[in-house]
């Protein structure tokens, strides 16, 4: 493992090495007095949580720092984040449970159906005690101090049946349902885990494939429903809230450690201030989607979001993805609900 990961580092560190020199920002470094903290991302600059780093994150750490963001994974390759900052090649980013698990797989917990219930169950989850064993494995094996959890929405099953076809309330409704996921292993399991029958297919092809009878459904949160136009070829949205998804501030400990305490407090202050503002947007953005929805002759509706948990959590209690999780934490997460 230790190999896998110094020949990922190395790997990691020359592509990085290589976007720098192109670009210019070692330069940059050189030439100013404060030191340059770039935050590269996948996402693009309108993503809610790119706004609330640059306009919330950024100014606070203006005394001490310069915020410098490089978008569309222009500075390293989407997946090879953390392994620039392990390597000392890049000093934040934002992270995902399921990058995170493909190094430590404990945190695969993190990233399955129903352990979050919301925004705010995020939050609670980060901040208990319980997460403290999971940050200093992340500090002491990848360098990597995580600083905020982020909310990025909740994926919801949208069906082109009408609700008067196929009313699901239950797991036992998506009984025979054609559902497009992701194609990975992860997310076919839980497609099977809500009870319906999961397809693999392009992202790119679902809109045809809803439009033919292809698949009978699709799982993504509203933004994507709206933004892919799949309400143009779908009846219902079943607010299944199966995945609350999430990402983390992800910070160099190196830099970290440099800092001074009180520069340690304005940036842990300034992540959870700018995790904070890119929550409220994007909560704020899926109730009017939901609106949106509803006007465009869609049925919205909330299931019995008890039966699927219980059902969905049974699955994976035993299953090879569990193995890595830390005895009695799923309770301790579920404790933690609001």
């Known amino acids: 493992m230790q190999y896998?990961?110094?020949?990922?580092?190395?790997?990691?560190?020359?592509?990085?090495?290589t976007a720098i020199t192109a670009s210019g920002p070692l330069a940059t470094v050189v030439a100013q007095d404060k030191p340059v903290i770039r935050m590269s991302t996948p996402a693009s600059e309108t993503d809610q949580r790119s706004v609330a780093l640059a306009t919330v994150f950024g100014p606070a750490i203006g005394e001490f720092a310069t915020?410098?963001?490089?978008?569309?994974?222009?500075?390293?390759?989407?997946?090879?984040?953390?392994?620039?900052?392990?390597?000392?090649?890049?000093?934040?980013?934002?992270?995902?449970?399921?990058?995170?698990?493909?190094?430590?797989?404990?945190?695969?917990?993190?990233?399955?159906?129903?352990?979050?219930?919301?925004?705010?169950?995020?939050?609670?989850?980060?901040?208990?005690?319980l997460m403290d064993p999971f940050k200093e494995k992340v500090e002491s094996e990848?360098?990597?101090?995580?600083?905020?959890?982020?909310?990025?929405?909740?994926?919801?099953?949208?069906?082109?049946?009408p609700r008067s076809e196929k009313n699901v309330m239950a797991p036992a409704d998506l009984a025979g349902v054609n559902l497009r996921m992701p194609g990975s292993d992860a997310w076919q399991f839980l497609g099977r885990a809500l009870g319906a029958n999961p397809t693999p297919m392009a992202f790119t092809e679902?809109?045809?494939?809803?439009?033919?009878?292809?698949?009978?459904?699709?799982?993504?949160?509203?933004?994507?429903?709206?933004?892919?136009k799949f309400y143009e070829v779908t009846k219902q949205v079943s607010l299944t809230a199966h995945l609350v998804d999430l990402n983390y501030v992800a910070f160099s400990k190196a830099v970290w450690d440099k800092l001074t305490p009180e520069q340690q407090a304005t940036v842990q202050k300034a992540a959870e201030d700018a995790a904070q503002s890119g929550r409220e947007g994007q909560l704020k953005k899926e109730d009017e989607l939901v609106a949106f929805l509803k006007e465009q002759g869609l049925e919205v509706y909330e299931p019995d979001l008890n039966a699927f948990r219980t059902h969905v959590q049974a699955q994976y209690v035993g299953s090879e993805f569990a193995k890595a999780w830390p005895e009695g934490v799923l309770d301790k997460i579920n404790a933690l609900a609001d």
């Open 206 to 228: 679902i809109y045809t494939a809803l439009q033919t009878g292809s698949v009978d459904g699709q799982d993504n949160p509203l933004p994507t429903v709206v933004d892919a």
């Open 67 to 129: 915020y410098q963001p490089h978008y569309n994974a222009s500075l390293v390759p989407q997946g090879s984040e953390l392994e620039a900052i392990a390597s000392g090649d890049l000093e934040m980013s934002i992270t995902s449970a399921q990058e995170l698990a493909n190094f430590l797989p404990e945190f695969s917990i993190f990233a399955t159906g129903y352990v979050h219930r919301s925004a705010q169950h995020q939050v609670n989850v980060f901040k208990d005690p």
């Open 4 to 17: 896998k990961l110094t020949r990922r580092f190395l790997m990691a560190s020359a592509i990085a090495m």
């Open 142 to 161: 990848l360098g990597v101090k995580l600083l905020a959890v982020m909310y990025l929405g909740k994926r919801h099953v949208n069906l082109r049946f």
